[in-house]
């Protein structure tokens, strides 16, 4: 990775496979870069919280909330302290415009629009995904760097 500090958009789908421990390498090296900020926004807030709700009840979050138990979960495995390593972009003015011209100009869902439209409102020219499929296409004509891998970053 060059000298220059980077700001870096940091998708649920990372957040979810580190709390699985099936692919932790990219975040931890992306969390001891000192080179770069890591941001998320508060969809990826929700839709890793949603996942941890399963993920530590072996239940679907519908389930846990029926039986009551999302208090417990969220006390038992406190996220917090992980989430607060990153920064949350703040809601800018024009974001629906932006997000719904990304839906429409990538076939985008919601949630990776917003994600999309957030990196560029934010001046955030790359994004760490496991999604790649979604993301590919958008960020290449947008000019935003779709991390998936360790080989996608130019480390030296």
Excluded: W
């Excluded at 580190?18 to 692919?23: D, G, L, N, S």
């Excluded at 080179?35 to 807030?45: D, G, K, R």
């Excluded at 839709?47 to 979050?61: F, N, R, V």
């Excluded at 790649?132 to 996608?152: N, P, R, T, W």
Aim: net charge negative.
């Amino acid at each position: 990775m060059s000298n220059n500090h980077r700001k870096i958009f940091i998708d649920s789908s990372i957040l979810v496979e580190f709390e699985k421990q099936t692919k932790t390498d990219l975040l931890f090296y992306l969390m001891s870069d000192k080179a770069s900020s890591l941001f998320v926004n508060s969809t990826v807030l929700s839709e890793y919280t949603y996942y941890l709700l399963a993920i530590e009840s072996g239940k679907s979050p519908r389930s846990v909330k029926e039986d009551g138990n999302i208090g417990a979960i969220i006390q038992q495995n406190n996220p917090e302290p992980f989430l607060d390593v990153f920064q949350t972009t703040p809601l800018k003015p024009g974001i629906t415009t932006v997000f719904l011209e990304m839906m429409s100009k990538y076939n985008l869902l919601p949630n990776d629009a917003l994600i999309l439209a957030d990196c560029k409102l934010n001046s955030i020219n790359a994004l760490a995904s496991y999604d790649v499929k979604d993301f590919s296409d958008a960020c290449k004509k947008e000019g935003i760097q779709l991390i998936s891998s360790m080989s996608d970053l130019q480390i030296t």
